[in-house]
């Protein structure tokens, strides 16, 4: 049946979040967005709350707090001066790799306690699987 699948996919891919959030860094949200910034460039606080799923007002209360912490900066939109683009500063981009560099190296070292080789390459073979349906 698929229904226990997804309850016990949804909570084991839970408590991996979790555990990984344990880890030294800015919050789940500040976090995203400093990614988002790294992987797309730079942009609009809407824009960036389309791409979270976020309210576009919770939206701008991160930024506003990242900004007070030096880790984005905002900029006038040359063709909008309404409107600002945020771009991420050496300073985010540094905490941003920082945290990337603490969790997966948390991650690597349970991977290596916890599995052996096979147990390695059957998960990085269920990695295609979940990107799918990731994307759906």
């Known amino acids: 049946m698929i229904g226990p699948l997804a309850h016990e996919l949804r909570e084991t891919l839970g408590r991996v979040v ?3 959030r344990a880890e ?3 919050s789940a949200g500040r976090l995203a967005v ?3 910034l790294d992987r797309d460039g730079p942009s609009s606080i809407s824009a960036l709350a389309v791409c979270e799923r976020m309210r ?5 209360q991160i930024v506003h707090d990242l900004e007070t912490a030096g880790l984005v900066s905002r900029r006038p939109d040359p063709a909008d001066g309404r409107r600002a683009f945020v771009e991420l500063t050496a300073a985010g981009l540094d905490i941003l790799q920082t945290t990337r560099a603490t969790r997966e190296t948390w991650l690597t070292e349970a991977l290596e306690r916890e599995l052996d080789a096979d147990e390695r390459a059957l998960l ?3 990695l295609a699987l979940l990107r799918r349906v990731a994307d759906a």
Do not use: F, V
């Not at 576009?56 to 701008?60: R, T, V």
């Open 18 to 20: 979790r555990r990984l």
């Open 24 to 26: 030294p860094g800015p």
């Open 34 to 36: 400093l990614g988002r």
């Open 56 to 60: 576009p007002q919770s939206m701008a």
């Open 124 to 126: 990085h073979e269920a």
